[in-house]
């Protein structure tokens, strides 16, 4: 993120945001702020719901009643 975005949203200065990146481990390169990865910001694949992907005998029974009725 861009040093000014995060000085700005933290309302810090230029000393404290140092110092906030020094403690978090983070790294100010270039104007730029890189936060380390954690759990809280690092994207997790979905689990698939399995119930999801299987037909219910309720949904199945309409599909049948409905194709037996037109022969």
């Known amino acids: 993120m ?3 975005f995060v000085r700005e ?3 810090v200065d230029a000393a404290q945001l140092a110092k906030l990146v020094a403690a978090r481990g983070w790294k100010l390169e ?3 702020v ?4 954690n759990d809280d910001n690092t994207a997790k694949p ?3 719901d399995e119930a ?3 037909l219910q005998f309720k949904q199945l ?4 009643s409905s194709t037996f009725g037109l022969y």
């Not at 890189?34 to 990865?37: F, K, P």
């Open 52 to 54: 999801a992907d299987v």
């Open 34 to 37: 890189t936060v380390s990865l």
């Open 61 to 64: 029974s309409k599909i049948l």
């Open 9 to 11: 949203s933290l309302n």
């Open 2 to 4: 861009p040093e000014s």
């Open 30 to 32: 270039g104007g730029l």
């Open 46 to 48: 979905k689990k698939p």
